[in-house]
């Protein structure tokens, strides 16, 4: 089955600076991948996705990358602000439904004055 | 605003019992899901349903049970409860294919196995 791997699972940069969250998958079948944030003590809630037949998609401040050739993803969050300190989670899913959603193991990203 | 009601939120178990995590959502989504979510794993899906009656197997089913009564209604199930099953349970609606693939989450189990 698909495995979607979060390369950093500690992520901290100065409030202004630019984060990146890099993620790989392994199902070459996989067009859909979407992002959530979670707050912390706080449920998910979804931030963003990008689905295969682009590479590049933005939301205000989010960004998020795809490379289907390497089977790699990334968000870019830009103009860093303190709110942003959560953990984020990439996942990936087939194209035919959401009927199963892979997560990677989240990067919890802090933000420092 | 979708919403997806979790009950317990907290939970006490022992070794051997049995558990029963409940989910009820309003958003009249086919999709409905069960997730646990541990330090260094991330969320990992245990259960998930297209619609009332069905169930199908996760990536960790082994252990738990599923039931889908209703539309609204989907249960997680631990026959026999063990300590590795102490974690913050998660369940999640979403539509069924189309351009809105968004799950919505309810706001977590926490169960302690002891």
């Known amino acids: 089955g698909e495995k979607v791997e979060q390369h950093e699972s500690t992520l901290s940069v100065r409030e202004g600076d630019s984060a990146v969250i890099n993620c790989t998958y392994t199902d070459t079948a996989s067009s859909y991948f979407p992002w959530y944030k979670q707050e912390a003590g706080k449920s998910l809630h979804f931030v963003i996705d990008i689905r295969s037949n682009v590479d590049r998609k933005q939301s205000q401040r989010l960004i998020v990358l795809l490379d289907k050739k390497a089977k790699r993803f990334s968000l870019h969050i830009t103009a860093t602000q303190p709110e942003d300190s959560a953990i984020y989670f990439c996942a990936a899913s087939k194209n035919y439904g959401n009927e199963k959603i892979t997560f990677g193991a989240g990067t919890k990203l802090t933000i420092k004055p | 605003e979708a919403a997806v009601t979790q009950s317990p939120r907290n939970k006490v178990a022992v070794t051997g019992g049995k558990v029963t995590l409940s989910c009820n959502q309003t958003n009249n989504h086919n999709n409905m899901y069960w997730y646990r979510q541990d330090t260094g794993h991330g969320l990992r899906l245990i259960h998930y349903s297209y619609g009332a009656g069905s169930t199908e197997k996760g990536d960790i089913p082994d252990g738990y049970k599923a039931s889908r009564p209703s539309q609204e209604n989907f249960s997680l199930i631990l026959e026999l409860a063990t300590p590795s099953q102490t974690s913050v349970y998660f369940c999640?609606?979403?539509?069924?294919?189309?351009?809105?693939?968004?799950?919505?989450f309810g706001a977590g189990t926490r169960l302690s196995v002891l």
């Open positions: 999640a609606s979403g539509e069924r294919g189309g351009s809105q693939n968004t799950l919505y």
